[in-house]
């Protein structure tokens, strides 16, 4: 595979735990690696594990999923991440947990890097300042082609520092509760996604409206929607966003439309929450998209 079609993933892997006591594989970069692989893509996913049991299964899961575990670093020091979740209503809410093995994700111990392809990271992984300072890096030798994926977890973040990340991206993508707490003075979501395309100088603009679908914005004013299915089963709403992310990096590097990325990006999104968690194990899972799609 060619390094322009091998996309880089930087951020945190962590456990969902769920009220019931389920552990789930999770957070936003490895879930959108996962389903990379599972269409693929072969993506060089960049964390941090801690050296405990967790950690080691983090490692076991990539390899059984076909994975490069070779930007997974070991820390000795710090554990595994959890996030603990919280269900109602067919929403979910988290309690992140600070100073994490995910943290700490060092410059020094980046693996060999592909060149001029698209790379995909989030804002949570940027709230401490060693992987703070790995993420500058990589920002900088990808800015070509840039996607931010906007995760407002509090505590873990503050208005300018994410707008400065948000800034020149290529591409960010955010929901809409997001969206209104990063440009709050704008009269309806309409002008607050032109404002913030056009103040950070994006290329696209990807809104997440959970039941409602997702919204893309170019920056040349074009707009394009798509709804789920109304009877779409859910199970939980945890990763349907990384689900839709994941399917629009293999859109972009395929070089589908945009109404049609959208529209299959949300189908994927909908087979997802009809799952517990955000990831799936079985490998026959995206075979049917594989067929669909015409990728293999």
């Known amino acids: 595979m060619p390094d322009?079609?091998?996309?880089?993933?930087?951020?945190?892997?962590?456990?969902?735990?769920?009220?019931?006591?389920?552990?789930?594989?999770?957070?936003?970069?490895?879930?959108?690696?996962?389903?990379?692989?599972?269409?693929g893509l072969?993506?060089?996913?960049?964390?941090?594990?801690?050296?405990?049991?967790?950690?080691?299964?983090?490692?076991?899961?990539?390899?059984k999923h076909g994975m490069d575990a070779s930007g997974l670093q070991l820390d000795s020091l710090h554990p595994t991440g959890k996030v603990t979740i919280t269900l109602s209503d067919n929403s979910h809410s988290f309690e992140i947990i600070p100073d994490q093995a995910y943290d700490y994700i060092a410059r020094d111990a980046l693996?060999?890097?592909?060149?001029?392809?698209?790379?995909?990271?989030?804002?949570?992984?940027?709230?401490?300042?060693?992987?703070?300072?790995?993420?500058?890096?990589?920002?900088?030798?990808?800015?070509?082609?840039?996607?931010?994926?906007?995760?407002?977890?509090?505590?873990?973040?503050?208005?300018?520092?994410?707008?400065?990340?948000?800034?020149?991206?290529?591409l960010a993508k955010l929901n809409d509760e997001e969206l209104q707490q990063l440009v709050p003075d704008a009269v309806d979501d309409a002008n607050r996604m032109q404002q913030l395309i056009q103040t950070a100088g994006l290329h696209l603009l990807l809104v997440t409206r959970g039941a409602a679908g997702a919204e893309l914005l170019t920056a040349n004013g074009d707009s394009f929607r798509v709804a789920p299915d109304a009877v779409t089963e859910v199970v939980d709403t945890v990763g349907a966003g990384d689900a839709l992310t994941s399917v629009l990096i293999l859109a972009v590097l395929q070089g589908w439309p945009y109404q049609q990325a959208l529209e299959r990006s949300q189908a994927f999104a909908s087979a997802i929450v009809g799952r517990r968690g955000a990831i799936v194990e079985e490998a026959g899972f995206y075979q049917p998209f594989i067929d669909a799609w015409d990728l293999s």
């Open 4 to 39: 322009s079609q091998r996309p880089v993933i930087f951020g945190e892997v962590l456990y969902d735990c769920f009220p019931d006591g389920q552990a789930v594989l999770g957070g936003a970069p490895f879930n959108v690696a996962w389903h990379l692989q599972g269409f």
């Open 42 to 63: 072969a993506p060089l996913f960049i964390s941090r594990v801690g050296d405990d049991p967790l950690g080691h299964h983090v490692r076991d899961a990539m390899h």
């Open 111 to 170: 693996p060999p890097l592909p060149d001029n392809t698209l790379f995909y990271h989030g804002s949570l992984a940027a709230r401490s300042p060693v992987s703070a300072q790995t993420l500058a890096f990589l920002s900088a030798r990808y800015a070509g082609k840039r996607m931010v994926d906007v995760n407002l977890r509090s505590p873990w973040w503050q208005q300018q520092p994410v707008l400065e990340m948000v800034d020149k991206a290529w």
